[in-house]
């Protein structure tokens, strides 16, 4: 193959590459769930290990790949191969890694679960993105709980029909939607003093209580029997969560 071929069939393939891996559309265009998550791989990545700003990820890992690129189309090395190779590992692996948490963990003596939990690796890496650019796609509010101890929420996200959800802690089986609520639905009642049963996983330590108090823009509701305590989560300017707690 000619020389002025193989820079050509290069350089198409670095632009092919940089639109498909490495350019903010793409990332955008995965967080809305258009493209597969495996395109936020090479930007959250090396954002969050080396606390790099976007613009010079797209610098760096484009450099990297046209160099790559170009040497392989020119050079047919063995080992360009297995650099490849080994980029592509990381990228379909990044689901398995990069998952999702809620904006507070249980503290010592406590259970905490995560009711609107991502469904899927696929959903844990939009979720985490979610959080990194501060984006908020649903937002939920509590109804109350019946005398089965199942918590009733409605889910609003961004164009999407509105839903009704009902959760019970001692089944487990996931989130049920639901066309009404229960006839014995207990009013909301709140227990201000829930704030103590989670931490906010923060650094510096000293922010800690702060970042918890801000975590939870509306109030708590006990259940009937006072088992469970549930609320509302969120990550700050992020995506929020429901989430429920054991009292002891």
């Keep these: 193959m000619p020389a002025k071929t193989n820079l050509q069939t290069a350089i198409m393939a670095f632009a092919l590459a940089v639109i498909l891996f490495f350019s903010p559309l793409s990332a955008g265009l995965a967080l809305r769930g258009w493209l597969p998550p495996y395109f936020l791989a090479p930007f959250m990545l090396v954002i969050n290990i080396l606390g790099l700003a976007p613009w010079m990820v797209c610098l760096a890992v484009g450099a990297g790949a046209l160099a790559a690129i170009g040497a392989w189309f020119v050079a047919r090395r063995r080992w360009l191969w297995l650099l490849l190779a080994a980029g592509l590992l990381m990228m379909f692996s990044f689901p398995l890694l990069y ?139 992020g995506p929020e969560d429901v989430v429920i707690v054991s009292t002891q």
């Design 99 to 237: 998952r999702y948490q809620p904006a507070v963990l249980a503290a010592s003596g406590h259970e905490l679960i995560l009711v609107t939990a991502p469904g899927s690796f696929c959903e844990d890496v939009r979720r985490r993105a979610e959080v990194y650019w501060e984006i908020q796609p649903c937002e939920y509010e509590l109804i109350g709980w019946d005398e089965d101890e199942t918590l009733f929420y409605r889910e609003r996200c961004k164009g999407a029909p509105e839903r009704l959800w009902a959760y019970n802690p001692d089944a487990r089986t996931g989130p049920a939607p639901v066309t009404k609520t229960s006839d014995t639905l207990y009013p909301i009642v709140s227990l201000p003093q829930a704030i103590d049963f989670v931490r906010a996983d923060v650094y510096p330590p000293s922010a800690e209580e702060s970042v918890r108090q801000l975590s939870f823009p509306r109030p708590w509701s006990v259940s009937p029997t006072g088992r469970w305590v549930a609320a509302v989560s969120r990550h700050i300017y």
